[in-house]
């Protein structure tokens, strides 16, 4: 048995579908960029049949990849498999990922199903899959929850219609690294065609045990994993892809398998996923928070002094934290900056770059040192700003002891200006009463405000994180700026826009 270990990549449907992290198309699409930069090896761009903007993101995401993998999900429908199969039409390497229920409960109360018919469900889903498209998944939802028997027998069927990546989650999170294994373990000696497919890994973490369970069963023969960057995904998440890889990485010597994860990619993709959907990183999460290679305490300072093997298992540079993190001034100049942004791994249109070098050279004047984290910010903010069709332009406020506070604001809309001024209770309070005067939602509710500076120091940039809430679907915003109420305004137009980008085109105000 080989010991490379596939990744399989769900940022981009399994984590997308939790609360709060929805992406456009460009941010679908940088992700996927950097996906393959990380080095996974499948990327699961969607649920082509769930919306319009769903099939599209698939469609272009296949597009777009060279070397990856891209998959789409579908249920055991036909109207599933032929849409997942349309988007991935242009893909190099298509894959239909089509999935039922295999436990008792989900059969009886979800599908309303004997086991009989699911049988009959998946041979007629999984051969459909392979009239279109060569690779073809399979994955038996609730496996954890299925009696062994049936779920032996549900394998063997996938696999005899033409299955041959076969995946087994903990749906719910509910294993354990020794049930889990276990299941692995039984299913692979059980399954008489169980050598003809891949067995594969899709583990959350309600337990926290999401990470812990993939090992057990990669030790137990599985060779497919499925993860998300920084471990988003439904409720608690996902196992956490980078997690995966350092451990298989750093402990070679009991975990002896391997990943083609490019681990100097990792900082680069946590980044960015925070940025495209204002989920931010816990400083103590494993590998990519902002703790994971601080040492504060004099006696870890000391030995670190000495020998940073001392209290480091690995070195932040190997998972692509720069060394020094401090670097330009307001003399440093395009070339400079331009070195920067590469060092960092963006690559800008000219025009993205002329945006975020005036801004660079605003805050470079307003703050004496600017660090990586403030261009990191800053971009992000400008760049994936920059196909919003609601854009901040002019923000004015008054505010102090004496109220009422009170806004101006301007904003540009699918490229006209308009401004309202308002009063509120506070400077917040007013320039949001700003923004909904002049794009109406009465529906949304705010449900989070955030500040927190995006270094240390008074002069330190604010990035504000916003959760606007519309009938049962939450949208996250974010935005940066050295000035706290610009960068307020900033996350509360990003969220509108994702929002409106939801309730499609009709939504927006005259
Ligand atoms: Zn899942």
């Known amino acids: 048995m080989t010991d490379q270990i596939l990744i399989f990549d769900t940022t981009l449907r399994d984590g997308e579908q939790s609360p709060g992290c929805s992406m456009n198309l460009e941010e679908k699409l940088r992700v996927a960029a950097q996906l393959e930069a990380l080095g996974v090896d499948i990327i699961e761009a969607g649920f082509a049949i769930a919306s319009d903007g769903d099939f599209e993101a698939v469609q272009a995401v296949a597009q777009q990849c060279q070397r990856a993998v891209v998959a789409s999900l579908a249920r055991a429908a036909r109207a599933d498999i032929e849409r997942a199969a349309a988007a991935l039409k242009v893909a190099k390497r298509p894959r239909i990922h089509t999935f039922i229920a295999t436990s008792p409960l989900h059969m009886k109360v979800k599908l309303n199903k004997s ?18 498209v060569d690779d073809v998944e399979w994955s038996a939802e609730d496996a954890t929850r299925s009696e062994p028997e049936f779920l032996a027998r549900a394998i063997e069927t996938a696999i005899r219609a033409g299955a041959r990546t076969i995946n087994l989650p903990d749906t719910v999170g509910y ?26 890994t899709h583990c959350h973490n309600d337990l ?42 750093v402990r070679h010597d009991v975990l002896p398998w391997r990943t083609g994860i490019v681990s100097t990619e990792i900082t680069r993709a946590s980044r960015l996923i925070s940025a495209v959907t204002g989920m931010h990183v816990q400083p103590n999460k494993a590998i990519v928070g902002a703790n994971a290679f601080a040492h ?36 440093s100049g395009r070339a400079a900056f331009k070195d920067k942004l590469e060092s960092l791994g963006y690559q800008l249109s000219d025009n993205e770059f002329q945006d975020a070098f005036q801004r660079f050279k605003a805050l470079a004047d307003a703050k004496k040192q600017v660090f990586d984290e403030d261009i990191v910010a800053l ?25 009422p506070q009170r806004a101006i604001l301007t904003l540009s809309i699918d490229g006209e200006e308009v401004t309202a001024a308002t009063k509120g209770n506070g400077p917040v309070d007013a320039l949001f009463n700003a923004v909904k005067k002049l794009v109406p939602h009465d529906e949304a509710t705010l449900q989070l405000y955030e500040v927190s500076a995006v270094t240390a120091g008074a002069d330190a940039q604010a990035e504000v994180s916003v959760v606007l809430a519309e009938n049962g679907r939450t949208v996250r915003g974010v935005g940066a700026h050295n000035d706290t109420l610009v960068a307020s305004a900033r996350a509360y137009v990003n969220a509108l826009n994702k929002l409106v980008v939801k309730r499609g085109r009709s939504a927006l105000a005259a």
């Open 208 to 249: 926290g045990l999401g990470v812990a369970n993939t090992l057990a069963a990669v030790a137990a023969g599985a060779r497919q994993v499925e993860s998300t960057i920084n471990g988003i995904g439904e409720r608690a998440g996902n196992a956490a892809v980078e997690e995966i890889a350092m451990a298989l990485k």
């Open 175 to 200: 294993a354990t690294p020794e049930t889990y294994g276990a299941m692995f373990r039984d299913m692979i000696a059980r399954v008489s065609n169980a050598d003809l497919a891949i067995f594969s």
């Open 296 to 331: 504060e305490s004099g006696i870890h300072q000391d030995g670190m002094l000495k020998d940073s093997s001392t209290y480091e298992i690995m070195t932040p540079e190997s998972v692509g934290q720069s060394h020094s993190s401090l670097v330009l001034g307001k003399h």
């Open 379 to 403: 971009v992000d903010d400008e760049v994936l700003r920059g196909h919003d069709r609601i854009q901040v332009t002019e923000v004015e406020v008054y505010c102090g002891s004496t109220g």
């Open 115 to 132: 086991p009989e018919q699911v049988l009959e469900s998946i041979r007629e889903s999984v051969s459909l899959a392979r009239n279109l």
